[in-house]
């Protein structure tokens, strides 16, 4: 009887670690294909150009790029995924495989894409995986999208630099080629400014900004309010 016990333990050990090495596997495989796809370059509008980064809430993303000189707007959204139209109650189960992302409309002729990719490695915790600060999932994932082979060339020296001092693999964003960028619901659009009292906003949202306006102050808009 206790033999027959041992081998049924045994028996469900081995099924919950082949599940679980299966599931890694199949996040591997999707990061394979992701990276294998052909990316897709938006177009400029009037002078403008638009980037793309996930790097935790975007309540807090969009706050920061939104305090950068150069930067006309940025949108909260959602990228990254395998599903249409993502809401944001979908893209919180973690299954729809996209993260909250923002959209940066830029001048390029004030800011450039290099110092957009500086701003996003310096407004975060660069090795924290699957999430920034209190938010954790797949969701807050950090990905940062190019549209070309130029910038990925600049993300990839990038990190490249960043792993010379923290070490290899250390940096834990993504680098994918951008595909479509789904705009979130109009609530979550310009969150920070429209309620500067919020809890999340006061604890979390305003402390990540003002740490990296106090470090990156050359990269700033002369008047944000």
Not at 1 to 17: G, N, P
Not at 105 to 128: A, C, R, W
Not at 172 to 178: D, T
Not at 200 to 207: C, D, L
Request: proline share 4%; hydrophobic share 35%.
């Amino acid at each position: 009887m206790k033999k027959s016990f041992i081998v049924l333990i045994t028996l469900f050990a081995t099924m919950f670690i082949a599940c679980g090495n299966a599931n890694k596997k199949n996040e591997t495989a999707e990061a394979v294909a992701q990276k294998e796809q052909t990316p897709v370059e938006v177009p400029s509008q009037e002078g403008y150009e638009r980037a793309y980064f996930a790097s935790g809430c975007f309540w807090c993303v969009e706050a920061i790029y939104e305090s950068v000189k150069g930067v006309k707007e940025s949108i909260s959204g959602y990228s990254g995924g395998h599903t249409e139209n993502p809401t944001y109650e979908e893209s919180n189960t973690g299954r729809t495989g996209h993260a909250e992302a923002v959209e940066v409309i830029y001048d390029p002729n004030i800011i450039s894409f290099k110092e957009l990719v500086e701003v996003y490695f310096g407004s975060q915790n660069i090795t924290q995986i699957n999430g920034q600060g209190p938010d954790n999932g797949s969701q807050y994932r950090s990905i940062i999208f190019y549209q070309n082979e130029a910038q990925k060339k600049i993300i990839d020296t990038k990190i490249s630099a960043i792993e010379k001092e923290l070490g290899e693999g250390k940096v834990a964003a993504q680098v994918l080629p951008f595909q479509k960028f789904w705009k979130a619901e109009a609530y979550h659009q310009d969150f920070e400014k429209l309620h500067p009292d919020h809890p999340y906003i006061q604890n979390v949202s305003i402390p990540r900004l003002k740490k990296f306006q106090k470090k990156y102050p050359e990269l700033l808009k002369e008047n944000r309010n």
